[in-house]
């Protein structure tokens, strides 16, 4: 169990359209801002680990629900095309008040990415991509999908959940305490558990009018000046070595981190690699800025 210090204090953002975002602030909220953004499907307790971790390095670590994941609104009117999540970060920062780093995986990360490369451009200090970039593997989407349609009548346990989850991801070993579920998915009143996911983000996301051109990705790429991580699973049939490769001849200031045993899901695979590749990073970035600056300067852990 977390201590006190170390227990996140809840948030929510309004963000326009009726949506309100729920999110988990760890640490002081007078230090530097540091947005972690989740993959789809997933919620903002992917990053409790990390989050800790940043904050007793002295960073105020904010972890997202996007809309339609976890306890953030489900859109009424379905909107889950990534322009509407780059629009809701955007309003996210813009409450803030302040340059904020940015950390985003998967889906998280194509947001972060369309707010930091386009206009009206987001104040981004610094950014992470997890596992993520504008050329993906269409085996490794169709995987995804196939996972989070499998089930749509839900579990009848937790047990039955995390069998689910460790035939999905056969590299990483199976929890023996499966409470931890808990928080990624909701119990229905017919007694059965279903992932903490709007039903519709599926469809949201795959309409292909809505869906961003690899040339406007690449084009976000091209234009981002903050400091960049690409940190990538080594083992992820989503993001490749090509794909990697291509980000950081259109981002040639980014840094390359590739996580040996982790998969798509790199914080969760190897959490303790990926933290220290996240805090290393982002802890230079804060000591060469200017000292004084009171959104960035560096503060004891």
């Not at 994941?69 to 889950?80: E, I, L, M, R």
């Not at 056969?170 to 039903?199: M, Q, V």
């Amino acid at each position: 169990m977390p201590s006190r210090e170390s227990a996140p204090k809840p948030l929510r953002f309004e963000v326009g359209g009726g949506v309100t975002l729920v999110a988990d602030g760890y640490g002081d909220p007078s230090s530097r801002p540091v947005v972690l953004l989740h993959g789809g499907g997933q919620t903002r307790h992917a990053w409790g680990g990390t989050a800790r971790s940043l904050a007793r390095l002295g960073w105020y670590a904010i972890a997202l629900d996007l809309r339609g994941h976890g306890d953030s609104t489900w859109c009424g009117a379905g909107n889950y095309a990534l322009d509407a999540f780059a629009g809701d970060l955007r309003e996210v920062l813009r409450a803030l008040g302040r340059p904020a780093a940015l950390v985003g995986a998967s889906l998280g990360g194509m947001t972060a990415l369309l707010a930091t490369g386009e206009e009206p451009r987001a104040g981004v200090v610094a950014l992470v991509l997890v596992d993520i970039a504008p050329r993906i593997e269409s085996e490794g989407v169709s995987r995804i999908v196939s996972f989070m349609l499998s089930r749509p009548d839900g579990f009848g346990s937790l047990e039955e959940a995390a069998d689910a989850v460790a035939a999905y991801q056969p590299h990483r070993d199976r929890p023996r305490d499966t409470t931890g579920l808990e928080k990624n998915l909701r119990l229905g009143a017919d007694g059965r558990w279903r992932w903490h996911w709007d039903p519709r983000f599926l469809a949201g996301v795959g309409k292909p009018q809505e869906r961003p051109t690899a040339e406007r990705l690449d084009a976000a790429a091209q234009r981002v000046d903050a400091p960049t991580l690409l940190v990538r699973g080594r083992l992820s049939d989503l993001l490749s070595e090509a794909g990697a490769r291509h980000f950081l001849e259109l981002a040639p200031h980014a840094r390359y981190v590739d996580v040996s045993g982790a998969g798509h899901m790199v914080a969760g695979d190897r959490n303790d690699a990926f933290t220290r590749a996240v805090s290393d990073f982002l802890d230079e970035i804060a000591r060469s800025r200017e000292p004084g600056d009171p959104a960035l300067e560096r503060r004891p852990a």
